[in-house]
């Protein structure tokens, strides 16, 4: 089985533009979260879909958003990019209703560099 | 903010050493999760081992959870050169179903 893919893998942007991060989870995986790596703030998480809906949000400002399709693929979007945006950004999947109490899959991740 | 906190930050050992990092949170779980990183493979998930449950095995993994304490920790024996990572630990609340992460411990394991 093909494992948790992440694409672009690197992204450079410049401030004030806006972003769109693609994962395709595992098959048969319906839940997918997204999470924002940082040297300074660590791991953090971004928002978790279930079947097209988003089941869990976390503290990131409304320029974050995300969306889940109907085969799982998810989308995430950053609008007007900030310097403190530049992280790695991993998606991970699982089989369950909740990634969070569930094995989760990670994908190679997408660096972003805003400049 | 982070609910997990790992001991030590960073970890050197000799291969075949036995590793152990903790794990300490602050509010009740519902999980917690081990996590190993490095460049080679990426995230990846170790295990999980839920409230009720004191301890789990996976192969030379061993993870105890001490909820009175709220503590956890991670031992792997043995240890080999493809051991050497950053190693995270995250809680997961039952008010929220969230993953907060640690800031991870660095082991190194020399040759």
């Known amino acids: 089985k093909a494992g948790v893919t992440q694409t672009p893998r690197y992204l450079i942007k410049t401030r004030g533009q806006q972003v769109t991060l693609s994962c395709s989870p595992i098959s048969g995986h319906r839940s997918v979260s997204w999470y924002q790596q940082t040297p300074g703030q660590g791991l953090q998480f971004l928002f978790e879909?279930?079947?097209?809906?988003?089941?869990n949000k976390g503290n990131f400002p409304g320029r974050f958003s995300g969306r889940q399709f109907s085969n799982s693929r998810s989308e995430m979007n950053v609008s007007t990019l900030e310097l403190g945006d530049s992280a790695l950004y991993l998606c991970a999947s699982s089989l369950g209703l909740r990634t969070s109490t569930d094995t989760q899959y990670f994908g190679p991740g997408t660096r972003l560099t805003v400049l | 903010s982070q609910q997990g906190e790992e001991d030590p930050q960073a970890l050197s050992i000799q291969e075949g050493e036995n590793a152990t990092m903790n794990c300490s949170y602050k509010t009740s779980i519902n999980n917690l999760q081990w996590y190993r990183q490095n460049s080679g493979r990426g995230l990846v998930h170790l295990i999980l081992?839920?409230?009720n449950e004191r301890e789990k095995h996976s192969g030379r993994l061993r993870v105890t959870l001490d909820t009175s304490k709220k503590s956890s920790s991670l031992l792997i024996t043995a240890s080999r050169a493809a051991d050497t990572a950053s190693y995270f630990c995250a809680t997961v609340r039952d008010s929220n179903y969230q993953l907060i992460w640690g800031a991870g411990t660095k082991l190194i394991i020399k040759p």
């Open positions: 081992i839920r409230s």
């Open positions: 879909y279930f079947s097209e809906t988003q089941r």
